[in-house]
T-cell receptor, first 113, second 109 residues
Framework: SAVISQKPSRDICQRGTSLTIQCQVDSQVTMMFWYRQQPGQSLTLIATANQGSEATYESGFVIDKFPISRPNLTFSTLTVSNMSPEDSSIYLC??????????FGPGTRLTVT | GQSLEQPSEVTAVEGAIVQINCTYQTSGFYGLSWYQQHDGGAPTFLSYNGLDGLEETGRFSSFLSRSDSYGYLLLQELQMKDSASYFCAVRVGDYKLSFGAGTTVTVRA
């Protein structure tokens, strides 16, 4: 298994600003992902963070709004840019060690005012 | 695209058995996973079915029928700590998951 930490755990931000969320895995992993989850709702995949290349974004998510970095096999960042209240959500990082099992970080609860 | 259907809520008493069904429509299906998420917590992996049949892990079992595009999670000997949301998820590519809307399980004493 993999242990995943995220920083910050929560933040309150003003609209128009940006927030960078960090995700650290305790071991090298092949795949890392970023999800968004509204409280009580399902998880929506934002993008796959690829080591050494640009992230792969899902439909409805774009790099200008959610730039992602993955400088190595244990670390990734997600930036939420030019925030609006609609970006208020829980942002989750996950890592896949094997093909069929993902481990999730505790999430970052973002409120945009 | 993908679509998954699972019941929104299930309530049962301690010691009971609960079955959460999941039907899916997707292209490029690789397998069906189940995740548990307690309120305010991170989703945690429970099980994965890549082939038809039953997988058992302690009190929890998961079943898959690829021909019926159907699976279920079976929770036995329910305990209060099992109160949580349970998500089915289809693996649709290299490690990529698409999640269902989730089933909230409430266990009563």
């Amino acid at each position: 298994s993999a242990v995943i930490s995220q920083k910050p755990s929560r933040d309150i931000c003003q609209r128009g600003t940006s927030l960078t969320i960090q995700c650290q895995v305790d071991s090298q992993v092949t795949m890392m992902f970023w999800y968004r989850q509204q409280p009580g709702q399902s998880l929506t995949l934002i993008a796959t963070a690829n080591q050494g290349s640009e992230a792969t974004y899902e439909s409805g998510f774009v790099i200008d709004k959610f730039p992602i970095s993955r400088p190595n096999l244990t670390f990734s960042t997600l930036t939420v840019s030019n925030m609006s209240p609609e970006d208020s959500s829980i942002y989750l990082c996950s890592a896949g060690q094997g093909a069929n099992e993902q481990y999730f970080g505790p999430g970052t609860r973002l409120t945009v005012t | 695209g993908q679509s998954l259907e699972q019941p929104s809520e299930v309530t049962a008493v301690e010691g009971a058995i609960v079955q959460i069904n999941c039907t899916y429509q997707t292209s490029g299906f690789y397998g069906l996973s189940w995740y548990q998420q307690h309120d305010g917590g991170a989703p945690t992996f429970l099980s994965y079915n890549g082939l038809d049949g039953l997988e058992e892990t302690g009190r929890f079992s998961s079943f898959l029928s690829r021909s019926d595009s159907y699976g279920y999670l079976l929770l036995q000997e329910l305990q209060m700590k099992d109160s949580a949301s349970y998500f089915c998820a289809v693996r649709v590519g290299d490690y990529k998951l698409s999640f269902g809307a989730g089933t909230t399980v409430t266990v009563r004493a």
